[in-house]
């Protein structure tokens, strides 16, 4: 396989995880409404973990959707690579991050998307590293 096709299978693959993320989504935007968040807040939740879906497509080695998604990857998202990639990196965008995390990972528990051991390792990380991620965004 030459270098330019590995180069295709990534960016293909990367592609396929963002199209299949939509569903998710959506699912996550709609019971966020049921909850009855304001427009604004829902929009914001569900940008934040889009964005985390882009991380997971083109930034991770494994290359993996939400639904596979761990306490690992939020955590390497939220310590090292949100604070040195992201332009807009802030105490306040990695509150709302938390938030979003927290959000995102009770609702795929209740829907069954990933395990309950899922749900509450990240609910840990979000709790005890918290604030590792805010000191790195500080920095």
Do not use: C
């Not at 693959?13 to 009855?36: M, T």
């Not at 949100?82 to 332009?87: D, S, T, Y």
Request: charged residues 30%; without cysteine; glycine residues 2%.
């Amino acid at each position: 396989m030459t270098e330019a096709d590995s180069a295709d299978r990534y960016e293909q693959r990367a592609r396929a995880i963002q199209l299949a993320s939509q569903p998710i989504l959506d699912g996550f935007e709609h019971w966020l409404k049921q909850a009855g968040w304001r427009e604004k807040t829902i929009r914001d939740h569900v940008d934040n973990i889009r964005f985390f879906t882009k991380y997971l497509a083109w930034y991770t080695r494994s290359q993996h959707s939400l639904v596979e998604a761990t306490d690992s990857d939020v955590y390497w998202f939220l310590a090292d690579w949100f604070p040195r990639k992201a332009l807009w990196a802030s105490v306040t965008r990695v509150k709302a991050y938390l938030a979003s995390f927290k959000k995102f990972f009770t609702w795929m528990g209740e829907t069954g998307l990933v395990s309950p051991q899922i749900v509450a390792a990240v609910l840990d990380t979000l709790k005890f590293d918290r604030d590792e991620y805010l000191r790195k965004v500080a920095e």
